[in-house]
């Protein structure tokens, strides 16, 4: 908030005030910090999270909307994905390394950018709890949801390093409609044929499933598109984990049903003592 008294001139009453009436209009959602930084934006002030003094605190990923510039955020990996490049616009070869992470209040997509990718990748493992320091909040065109994007003007704190128990899946007797993303550990009973779709926009879409079970229920795994390829590898009656799909409940079957989708990761379950040495 000093900041933005600083560089406006706007006194600090009127920008609590502002911040007050800011966080009315959207029910509550946002915190203090949220409030500020979008008042900040409106403002075209530059807010400065790691200078010295003004104790700003990390903003939650419920907290997060778009166009959000400079914030901090604080998280638990849930993934880490392998690095990509991509052919710019002005023919240069750019970096992104992807991951997802989670805090108290929900999970959210965080795109590292070019000079930082590597370091992300090489550094940054599924597990720690980290510190995002310098960056930005983006919707994304893909599929609407809010992302975090980090540059080379942003900085990573690991803050602890941990590998979570049972990669913090669920059982599946303990689904709940609350849960959108979720990670389950559950054996492949049977893989089904693909079959051919229509997209909304009239183009052509693909879709497989296969069956699972957890000791504790059993339920489908939808692969969608460029992802059902990946069941040729899978093997009936082996155990795998499937991490960040998408559930809903389907009143076709009575159960949740889940989707394997780009944020997802599914990997060969491998029993202990057989790890390579």
């Known amino acids: 908030m000093h900041q933005i008294v600083k560089q406006t001139g706007i006194p600090l009453d009127e920008i609590n005030k502002r911040i007050d009436a800011k966080i009315k209009n959207v029910s509550g ?14 403002l075209r002030v530059d807010i400065d999270l790691n200078k010295p003094g003004d104790g700003e605190p990390s903003i939650t990923v419920t907290s997060i909307i778009d166009g959000m510039k400079n ?55 599924r597990g720690d709890t980290i510190e995002l320091v310098n960056v930005r909040a983006k919707k994304s065109t893909y599929n609407g949801n809010m992302e975090i994007h980090a540059d ?3 900085s990573f704190n690991i803050l602890q390093h941990e590998i979570p128990a049972r990669n913090g899946s669920v059982q599946l007797k303990d689904m709940t409609d609350s849960m959108k993303s979720v990670t389950i550990v559950a054996k492949v009973e049977k893989k089904f ?49 499937f991490e960040n799909i998408g559930s809903k409940f389907s009143l ?9 989708n780009r944020d997802s990761h599914v990997s060969e379950k491998i029993a202990p003592g057989n790890q390579d040495a």
Do not use: C
């Not at 076709?252 to 394997?260: G, I, L, P």
């Open 71 to 125: 914030i901090v955020v604080k998280g638990t990996v849930m993934s880490v994905y392998p690095l990509k490049e991509f052919q710019k616009r002005d023919g240069k070869t750019g970096r992104v390394a992807n991951a997802m992470l989670k805090d108290d209040t929900g999970t959210i997509r965080v795109s590292v950018w070019d000079a930082k990718a590597e370091w992300f990748v090489n550094n940054i493992r």
């Open 252 to 260: 076709f079957t009575n159960e949740y049903e889940f989707s394997v």
């Open 193 to 241: 044929q693909a079959h051919d779709f229509t997209k909304k926009d009239g183009s052509a879409g693909i879709l497989r499933k296969v069956r699972v079970n957890d000791g504790t229920g059993a339920a489908f795994v939808i692969f969608w598109n460029e992802r059902v390829g990946e069941i040729d590898g899978m093997e009936e009656g082996k155990e795998y984990t």
């Open 29 to 42: 959602l946002l915190t203090r910090l949220g409030a500020a930084l979008v008042i900040a934006d409106n």
């Open 152 to 154: 080379s003007k942003s």
